[in-house]
């Protein structure tokens, strides 16, 4: 073979190399939802963005936001945590600053206190390091099957349910309609989290 030919086929597998390198986790689909993060291939459009972004006036009425490259697609009220602002504080402050890694996503999960549609996301640290967040969610208030149930952890009220022990919390229609805007455009692997 000569040297070019041998240079053409090292060029091909260093570009195959190259993208497999770069290819990041990414969510399984809505079929397989409780399968862990598999990796995806390089991303054709622009790469979708899911931003928390804490309210210090108000942690109640944060915001969450997805976007699609630049272009800001959905806004929806959220909240986290109590009113404690401290993200050092178990179960009452709210959630700490960075970027959360997405374990997974089911419009189905079935924990013991989380139910339906679930976004699972990565432990972290505080921002003092003195404490690690476990068990964080962006999640709603209802049934296994998205419907609302009759005890008040799994039937939403109004203003009052914002409240989390932590978690990114959503109403069930906006959370519903999330799912289905990111099944469409693409899910992020992570959640920036800003204040």
């Given at each position: 073979m000569s040297s070019n030919g041998r240079r053409a086929r090292g060029i091909t597998a260093t570009v195959a190399v190259a993208a497999a390198l770069t290819a990041g986790p990414a969510l399984a689909p809505a079929a397989t939802a409780h399968a862990p993060a598999g990796t995806v291939a390089a991303a054709a459009g622009p790469a979708t963005t899911l931003v928390f972004d804490k309210n210090p006036a108000s942690p109640t009425h944060s915001k969450l936001s997805v976007?699609?490259?630049?272009?800001?697609?959905?806004?929806?009220?959220?909240?986290?945590?109590?009113?404690?602002?401290?993200?050092?504080?178990r179960a009452k402050g709210w959630i700490p600053n960075g970027n959360w890694r997405i374990k997974l996503k089911d419009p189905f999960y079935d924990g013991r206190l989380i139910k339906g549609y679930a976004v699972y996301l990565q432990d972290m640290k505080c921002s003092r390091g003195t404490l690690?967040?476990?068990?964080?969610?962006?999640?709603?208030?209802?049934?296994?099957?998205?419907?609302?149930g009759s005890t008040e952890s799994r039937r939403w009220d109004g203003d009052g349910d914002y409240k989390s022990n932590g978690c990114v919390k959503l109403g069930p229609t906006d959370i519903k309609k999330m799912f289905r805007l990111l099944n469409r455009i693409g899910w992020p692997t992570h959640l920036r989290v800003v204040s």
């Open positions: 976007y699609e490259g630049d272009e800001l697609l959905a806004t929806y009220r959220a909240g986290s945590g109590t009113g404690v602002k401290d993200d050092c504080v690690t967040r476990t068990q964080m969610f962006i999640h709603s208030e209802m049934n296994r099957d998205g419907g609302q």
